[in-house]
């Protein structure tokens, strides 16, 4: 009989040993985390992240850009933040992130004001999503919970699989989806296109390509700052209206055809998501509770906790 029992009583006890690891690495984000160890931790935060942005407004859509492109590689572990070193191939120099990704000064910033107050306790990757959050508040958008506890990572990945702005409604879809993301959280997130700039070689091919699904008023616009043959590293906003304020701009601008990159345009183009970009431009509430619920749900990809990565002193390298 014993010999009967004692597997199940094993295989039982491992069960339930599994279950409760499994519900603790679960429990291990928390909007608590530094309540004992750095009580004052978000103040250091929002207090560098709000003179950064005071200073230049455009600051806000990069720490926003940094954070997704951290969290859409290995998950939300500060690997973006690594520079080049004998061990570490960085992202810093991949192709989507070279002389483009910006704000890692405003993060080392906030960090260092956190190793002066508790040393080794906040990681950067907490640090990045708070600050893409105060980002957003100090432009006039929505603020959210961070859940806390993530830690950082001990290297970095080059196999960079961000979505394109050359991509169709399809693969959008999908490369959110991969992520846990779905097409509402796809469009909503989208939205951070309401601020920020992009590069003139990044939507040449939309403003000369006289599609139908552009106005050509906005591609003639357009063209005087990007010239067909020169001129790549010219910017444009994203959003021709309010390219400084957090608001629903960008989605009114997508039902006239004024999206900049063919990656916003096809969110309006006759598809799955002509709906939800009509009830956006409607309703500027319901953009940005949908914003802020997909900001959480993009925070919390894969993130390292318990034991698993390290915390860094310094963000740009490994202790």
Same mark, same amino acid.
């Given at each position: ?75 939300? !572990?500060?690997?973006?933040? /690594?520079?080049? @070193?004998?061990?570490? $191939? %960085?992202?810093? #120099? ?5 002389? *483009? ?65 050359? !991509?169709?409604?399809?693969? /959008?879809?999908? @490369?959110?989806?991969? $992520? %846990?993301?779905? #097409? ?5 997130? *989208? ?78 183009? %006759?598809?799955? #998501? ?46």
């Amino acid at each position: 009989m014993a010999s009967h029992t004692t597997p199940c009583i094993a295989a039982l006890s491992c069960l339930l040993l599994l279950l409760s690891s499994f519900s603790q690495c679960q429990g291990q984000l928390s909007p608590t985390f530094y309540d004992k160890t750095c009580p004052n931790a978000l103040n250091i935060i929002r207090t560098t992240v709000r003179q950064a942005v005071s200073t230049e407004r455009r600051m806000a859509a990069s720490l926003v850009r940094l954070h997704f492109h951290d969290c859409f590689v290995q998950g939300c !572990d500060a690997s973006i933040l /690594l520079d080049e @070193s004998p061990t570490i $191939k %960085g992202e810093k #120099t991949a192709l989507p992130n070279l002389d *483009s990704a910006r704000g890692y000064d405003v993060i080392e910033a906030a960090k260092d004001e956190l190793e002066k107050t508790c040393p080794g306790i906040v990681s950067c990757a907490d640090v990045l999503s708070v600050a893409a959050r105060d980002a957003i508040a100090a432009v006039g958008g929505p603020s959210w919970t961070v859940k806390l506890g993530r830690r950082d990572s001990t290297m970095a990945s080059r196999t960079i699989d961000l979505p394109s702005p050359f !991509d169709n409604l399809d693969r /959008l879809i999908s @490369s959110f989806a991969s $992520k %846990g993301l779905n #097409t509402r959280d796809m469009v909503a997130l *989208s939205g951070a296109h309401t601020l920020g700039q992009a590069r003139c070689f990044l939507f040449r091919d939309r403003i000369y390509g006289n599609g139908t699904d552009i106005d050509v008023g906005f591609a003639n616009t357009r063209r005087r700052n990007c010239p067909k043959d020169t001129g790549n590293g010219n910017l444009a906003p994203l959003d021709l209206v309010t390219p400084n304020s957090f608001d629903n701009n960008y989605y009114k601008n997508l039902l006239q055809k004024k999206g900049l990159l063919q990656s916003d345009q096809v969110l309006f183009s %006759g598809g799955a #998501t002509d709906s939800i970009v009509s009830e956006y431009a409607r309703s500027p509430q319901v953009f940005q509770a949908d914003f802020a619920s997909a900001m959480i749900k993009m925070s919390e990809i894969q993130p390292l906790t318990g034991q698993n990565g390290i915390i860094r002193k310094v963000c740009g390298a490994l202790n």
